[in-house]
């Protein structure tokens, strides 16, 4: 069993930035890939950005390339999101996932954490 939980979230205004933490426990982190989605107010969970489990493939939605970076620290056991330029739509609540190999479906994953609100004022 894989354990997640996010921190970092909270209220910045839009141009901002905000860096999400996603600590993780249980077993072996360097043998999950991760991934951040996020799902705003009556819309489905959407994928932001993927990482292998070494940290040599990365994925980003459209919607946050260029704005957005995800990284990991194996050594701290530790998946970030760091948020540049925030918008408006960014406005979500954003989950940690992981699973053995790396995928962009929700469907997909199978540990999660418990979310973390970013709001982003205009």
């Known amino acids: 069993q894989v354990q997640l939980v996010e921190s970092g979230g909270g209220l910045v205004q839009a141009g901002g930035s905000l860096r999400l933490s996603c600590a993780v426990s249980g077993r072996t982190f360097s043998n999950y890939a991760q991934a951040w989605f996020r799902q705003a107010p009556g819309k489905g969970r959407e994928i932001v950005a993927a990482?292998?489990?070494?940290?040599?493939?990365?994925y980003y939605a459209d919607s946050v390339k260029g704005r957005f970076t995800i990284s990991r620290d194996n050594a701290k056991i530790t998946v970030y999101l760091q948020m540049n330029s925030l918008k408006p739509e960014d406005t979500a609540v954003y989950y940690c996932?992981?699973?053995?190999?790396?995928?962009?479906?929700?469907?997909?994953?199978?540990?999660w954490g418990q979310g973390t609100q970013v709001t982003v004022s205009s």
């Open positions: 996932a992981a699973r053995t190999y790396m995928a962009y479906g929700v469907e997909e994953y199978d540990y």
């Open positions: 990482i292998s489990r070494t940290g040599l493939t990365i």
